[in-house]
């Protein structure tokens, strides 16, 4: 599993912050009294729900991904890579 935390130089990870802007005041009001019944802050409250929900999609794998760039791209014209560094070092 590939963590996407940024790295200190030291090697541990650092948090980041995520912002949402917009919500319904019904939802925020919601998101408020899930965390109170579950004796934590609304910001805890977040990041539990944002981990619940994550956790259960499953992350593709490199073969997936690769599939699905190769359907998207499967109209286009393709230049052989050789090709394209033959024209680099000729533009020398």
Do not use: W, Y
């Amino acid at each position: 599993m590939i963590s996407m935390l940024p790295l200190l130089s030291s090697g541990a990870a650092m948090s980041t912050n995520l912002h949402v802007r917009n919500l319904d005041d019904e939802l925020v009001a919601r998101l408020k009294r899930r965390a109170a019944r579950h004796g934590r802050s609304t910001e805890a409250e977040h990041r539990e729900i944002l981990r619940q929900a994550l956790s259960v999609e499953p992350e593709p794998s490199f073969e997936e991904l690769a599939a699905q760039l190769r359907k998207l791209t499967a109209d286009r014209q393709q230049t052989p890579s050789e090709d394209l560094l033959r024209e680099g070092r000729d533009e020398r």
